[in-house]
């Protein structure tokens, strides 16, 4: 038979009536040919390898997509946005599961081209479409079609349909940020190397270029809450049933995210336990046994972890994944006044680490009744914009949680004068989030754009030697460079690599977004100077080596900031500010986020729901702003016509 171990563990799940792995793989190339064509989420496929980050990229890309049906395809992928009628039910009409029998038509169809026939081609000359690549050890499967017999690497294509070629070099992105969100955002992360694909469906491998930036922000995050006096600590990821349903409130509307183990090795376990999907239910019992009196008072606790939440719509990487890293602050306190304070405390580290971190504007806020953590008191955020998709985005909640838990889990205190009281508790959380925000906010055609305080490398030095250049000289004074910039805390490296051209580094690292390259050619070494590039902006300066230090950290400095302006101005610029229902709707299709006048009613808002339902998802209230504007006597709600109460953010969101 023929072999595809690469796919093996998909097959069980993907088999036709025939063949069942030749099938699994017939039936998942006719459809990304047929996404692909279409534009969607399947990336264009070129070749994979057995067990390859292809292989499995392609399949965790396909397989949710594929399963959806298309009602959801169109909500779930902008670009289906513009197809024609006629392309959409070409789609529709060609939507077939794969335990359809029909896709094995199509693997007898295929055109097998051996490996000896192969070498002696150009694939693009063919104008054919490489689809894959097996390795085969015994060929009788496909000798019945194809008369040959023999091992070694077949590769699978499909003619025709000639499609833009990608550079062998892999770099370069085949979506723009404008014409294709979606794919240019799945993209960028993988091909910035932040993260890889992964089998399972909405969970990524966060790559150390990710994990960098994610340390970055930990380091801040964790130093600030440590002079606030909260401790860290680590609670297991298991959470035991009846604990998890004790408060009936807060899990109510989130039981069909909760993962469960039920089994070990074939065993069925005599309890499933689940997994953490915050640890509210997994900290309290043991808030409650702590606590006895005044003096251990306040309890501030933080844990740096990660939860699962078994999320079924359209997974992103880091924006809505199934397994996240996070911080979670769980803080008990013997007054309401100490847990106010904190819950804003808090909420100032969030917009620190979006403002002046990540150089992302947010609004600070507070939650809708209908948007505030169930179990909860009341709920602040901060919230960030995504212009190019008209959503607002959480961007990191601060609870204060009231005396509700401490009720459920019996956190009472005695006071001074031996009178007993219950806590007051907030918790609150940001996680890798950010980093998705970072990118959807700074990135652009040439990838991923850091923003220098959380770029693990600020700086990158690539040599240009010419021909006849005193290539030694050049390589001596990238690494001189390094070491100055080094040794004043600049986070620098030098690309010495032989085997890459300075053309290919430069997109390379524009593609991996360091904020700053310096290049040093011979002219610059005659000179005693160096060649400075923005990625933000393009700008090129030729720096003397004499202020190198000095002029470097301005530059730094320049980018950090010309981001968040850049990024503030452009999120102003989709601010609307309204008063109608009618400008409402005409905002909202406009990707605006809209600013409104509100009853803050929680009926109200549910009916906003209600009447802006579609495809897209429907509106939402995002925050009420700290910040106000005037509110003049008798306002009227733009959705109820009842008297507003406070100026509301509102939009669609992630
Ligand atoms: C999903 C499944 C089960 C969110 C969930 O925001 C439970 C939950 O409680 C759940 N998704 N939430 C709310 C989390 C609230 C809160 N927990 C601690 C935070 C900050 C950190």
């Given at each position: 038979?023929?072999?595809?171990?690469?796919?093996?563990?998909?097959?069980?799940?993907?088999?036709?009536?025939?063949?069942?792995?030749?099938?699994?793989?017939?039936?998942?190339?006719?459809?990304?040919?047929?996404?692909?064509?279409?534009?969607?989420?399947?990336?264009?496929?070129?070749?994979?390898?057995?067990?390859?980050?292809?292989?499995?990229?392609?399949?965790?890309?396909?397989?949710?997509?594929?399963?959806?049906?298309?009602?959801?395809?169109?909500?779930?992928?902008?670009?289906?946005?513009?197809?024609?009628?006629?392309?959409?039910?070409?789609?529709?009409?060609?939507?077939?599961?794969?335990?359809?029998?029909?896709?094995?038509?199509?693997?007898?169809?295929?055109?097998?081209?051996?490996?000896?026939?192969?070498?002696?081609?150009?694939?693009?000359?063919?104008?054919?479409?490489?689809?894959?690549?097996?390795?085969?050890?015994?060929?009788?499967?496909?000798?019945?079609?194809?008369?040959?017999?023999?091992?070694?690497?077949?590769?699978?294509?499909?003619?025709?349909?000639?499609?833009?070629?990608?550079?062998?070099?892999?770099?370069?992105?085949?979506?723009?940020?404008?014409?294709?969100?979606?794919?240019?955002?799945?993209?960028?992360?993988?091909?910035?190397?932040?993260?890889?694909?992964?089998?399972?469906?909405?969970?990524?491998?966060?790559?150390?270029?990710?994990?960098?930036?994610?340390?970055?922000?930990?380091?801040?995050?964790?130093?600030?809450?440590?002079?606030?006096?909260?401790?860290?600590?680590?609670f297991?990821?298991f959470v035991s049933p009846g604990v998890l349903q004790k408060e009936k409130d807060h899990i109510e509307g989130f039981a069909?995210?909760v993962?469960?183990?039920?089994?070990?090795?074939?065993?069925?376990?005599?309890v499933?336990i689940a997994?953490r999907p915050t640890s509210e239910t997994v900290m309290y019992p043991y808030y409650s046994k702590?606590?006895?009196?005044?003096?251990?008072?306040?309890?501030?606790?933080?844990?740096?972890?990660?939860?699962?939440?078994?999320?079924?719509?359209?997974?992103?990487?880091?924006?809505?994944?199934?397994?996240?890293?996070?911080?979670?602050?769980h803080?008990?306190?013997?007054?309401?006044?100490?847990?106010?304070?904190?819950?804003?405390?808090?909420?100032?580290?969030?917009?620190?680490?979006?403002?002046?971190?990540?150089?992302?504007?947010?609004?600070?806020?507070?939650?809708?009744?209908?948007?505030?953590?169930a179990g909860g008191?009341?709920?602040?955020?901060?919230?960030?914009?995504?212009?190019?998709?008209?959503?607002?985005?959480?961007?990191?909640?601060?609870?204060?949680l009231?005396q509700n838990f401490a009720k459920m889990f019996e956190i009472?205190?005695?006071?001074?004068?031996?009178?007993?009281?219950?806590?007051?508790q907030?918790s609150?959380?940001?996680?890798?989030?950010?980093?998705?925000?970072?990118?959807?906010?700074?990135?652009?055609?040439?990838?991923?754009?850091?923003?220098?305080?959380?770029?693990?490398?600020?700086?990158?030095?690539?040599?240009?030697?010419?021909?006849?250049?005193?290539?030694?000289?050049?390589?001596?004074?990238?690494?001189?460079?390094?070491?100055?910039?080094?040794?004043?805390?600049?986070?620098?490296?030098?690309?010495?690599?032989?085997?890459?051209?300075?053309?290919?580094?430069?997109?390379?690292?524009?593609?991996?977004?360091?904020?700053?390259?310096?290049?040093?050619?011979?002219?610059?070494?005659?000179?005693?100077?160096?060649?400075?590039?923005?990625?933000?902006?393009?700008?090129?300066?030729?720096?003397?080596?004499?202020?190198?230090?000095?002029?470097?950290?301005?530059?730094?400095?320049?980018?950090?900031?010309?981001?968040?302006?850049?990024?503030?101005?452009?999120?102003?610029?989709?601010?609307?500010?309204?008063?109608?229902?009618?400008?409402?709707?005409?905002?909202?299709?406009?990707?605006?986020?809209?600013?409104?006048?509100?009853?803050?009613?929680?009926?109200?808002?549910?009916?906003?729901?209600?009447?802006?339902?579609?495809?897209?998802?429907?509106?939402?209230?995002?925050?009420?702003?700290?910040?106000?504007?005037?509110?003049?006597?008798?306002?009227?709600?733009?959705?109820?016509?009842?008297?507003?109460?406070?100026?509301?953010?509102?939009?669609?969101?992630?």
């Amino acid at each position: 038979m023929v072999e595809m171990s690469s796919f093996g563990c998909y097959g069980a799940e993907l088999a036709a009536d025939e063949g069942r792995n030749a099938a699994a793989l017939a039936a998942c190339r006719t459809l990304a040919e047929e996404l692909t064509e279409l534009q969607f989420p399947a990336p264009r496929i070129l070749a994979f390898k057995e067990g390859s980050s292809e292989s499995r990229y392609f399949v965790s890309r396909l397989i949710p997509a594929h399963k959806d049906p298309p009602y959801k395809q169109e909500a779930n992928f902008h670009s289906s946005k513009h197809l024609t009628t006629e392309q959409w039910t070409k789609l529709k009409s060609s939507f077939v599961h794969f335990d359809d029998p029909s896709f094995c038509e199509w693997i007898r169809n295929l055109k097998v081209v051996p490996p000896e026939k192969r070498r002696s081609c150009r694939r693009w000359d063919l104008n054919i479409d490489l689809l894959g690549v097996i390795e085969v050890d015994d060929m009788a499967g496909v000798e019945q079609r194809q008369n040959k017999s023999g091992g070694g690497k077949y590769f699978f294509c499909s003619g025709g349909k000639k499609k833009e070629v990608k550079k062998e070099t892999g770099l370069g992105l085949s979506f723009t940020k404008d014409e294709n969100f979606g794919e240019w955002y799945s993209e960028v992360v993988v091909n910035g190397e932040m993260i890889e694909y992964y089998d399972i469906s909405g969970c990524y491998i966060l790559r150390p270029w990710a994990i960098s930036i994610w340390e970055i922000m930990q380091t801040f995050f964790d130093a600030e809450i440590k002079k606030m006096k909260v401790k860290n600590c680590y609670f297991p990821l298991f959470v035991s049933p009846g604990v998890l349903q004790k408060e009936k409130d807060h899990i109510e509307g989130f039981a069909p995210e909760v993962a469960w183990v039920t089994k070990s090795g074939e065993s069925e376990l005599e309890v499933p336990i689940a997994i953490r999907p915050t640890s509210e239910t997994v900290m309290y019992p043991y808030y409650s046994k702590w606590i006895r009196g005044h003096r251990d008072l306040p309890l501030k606790l933080n844990q740096w972890c990660n939860v699962v939440r078994w999320e079924f719509s359209n997974p992103t990487p880091f924006i809505r994944s199934r397994e996240f890293l996070w911080q979670e602050g769980h803080t008990a306190f013997a007054t309401k006044e100490e847990a106010d304070t904190e819950v804003l405390q808090i909420l100032e580290l969030y917009r620190c680490i979006y403002e002046e971190f990540l150089a992302i504007p947010v609004t600070k806020g507070r939650k809708s009744e209908l948007e505030t953590f169930a179990g909860g008191l009341y709920t602040t955020s901060v919230e960030a914009f995504i212009p190019n998709t008209g959503r607002g985005i959480q961007g990191a909640t601060s609870h204060c949680l009231g005396q509700n838990f401490a009720k459920m889990f019996e956190i009472n205190f005695e006071n001074e004068k031996g009178e007993k009281g219950m806590v007051w508790q907030n918790s609150w959380a940001y996680s890798t989030r950010t980093i998705g925000v970072m990118v959807m906010v700074h990135g652009d055609d040439k990838g991923l754009v850091l923003p220098p305080k959380v770029a693990a490398l600020q700086l990158i030095v690539i040599p240009v030697p010419y021909k006849d250049a005193d290539t030694q000289g050049i390589f001596d004074a990238c690494v001189a460079t390094v070491a100055t910039l080094s040794d004043a805390g600049i986070r620098a490296e030098a690309d010495l690599r032989d085997n890459y051209s300075p053309g290919w580094k430069y997109s390379n690292w524009e593609m991996k977004g360091v904020p700053l390259r310096i290049e040093i050619g011979p002219r610059d070494l005659a000179n005693n100077q160096v060649r400075a590039v923005r990625r933000d902006n393009g700008a090129k300066t030729d720096i003397s080596r004499v202020f190198l230090v000095e002029q470097v950290k301005g530059m730094l400095d320049k980018i950090q900031q010309n981001l968040f302006d850049v990024a503030k101005q452009k999120r102003d610029a989709c601010v609307e500010v309204l008063k109608t229902w009618e400008e409402f709707v005409t905002a909202l299709g406009q990707k605006k986020l809209i600013l409104a006048p509100w009853c803050d009613e929680e009926d109200v808002e549910k009916d906003v729901k209600a009447r802006t339902k579609g495809d897209m998802g429907a509106a939402k209230s995002l925050c009420t702003p700290f910040e106000q504007p005037e509110l003049p006597e008798g306002t009227k709600c733009f959705a109820s016509g009842k008297p507003a109460k406070k100026w509301t953010y509102w939009g669609r969101s992630y």
